[in-house]
């Protein structure tokens, strides 16, 4: 069982930064593919990123290539999205996701077994 607590969301004008985290719970974190999705108001979820177990393995959106960054800690059982050059259209809630144990990157919703609850990330023009 992984537990994911999102934290880092908040207000920033166009063109800044944040940077999420991910905290987890379980001694298996280190063994699960992590990633992160996106959902805007009115619309679908979204994949953004995400990083294999390994950390040797990541795969971004084409909308957020260049701009954002995954990393992981397994010391500290999290993760982080680093969010640069951020965009009106990056506005949504965030939500990371765990897939494993032993999981390859993926960018479907569906594979990932883990969820958590989200934070907000508005980005005003």
């Known amino acids: 069982q992984v537990q994911l607590v999102e934290s880092g969301g908040g207000l920033v004008q166009a063109g800044g930064s944040l940077r999420l985290s991910c905290a987890a719970s379980g001694r298996t974190f280190s063994t699960y593919a992590l990633g992160w999705f996106r959902q805007a108001p009115g619309k679908e979820r979204r994949f953004v990123a995400t990083i294999k177990w390994t950390g040797s393995s990541t795969a971004y959106a084409d909308s957020v290539k260049g701009r954002f960054t995954i990393s992981r800690d397994n010391a500290k059982n999290t993760v982080y999205l680093q969010m640069n050059s951020l965009k009106p259209e990056d506005t949504a809630v965030y939500s990371c996701?765990?897939?494993?144990?032993?999981?390859?990157?993926?960018?479907?919703?569906?594979?990932?077994?883990?969820w958590g609850q989200g934070t907000q990330v508005t980005v005003s023009s």
């Open positions: 996701a765990a897939r494993g144990p032993y999981g390859s990157i993926s960018r479907t919703e569906s594979e990932y077994n883990y």
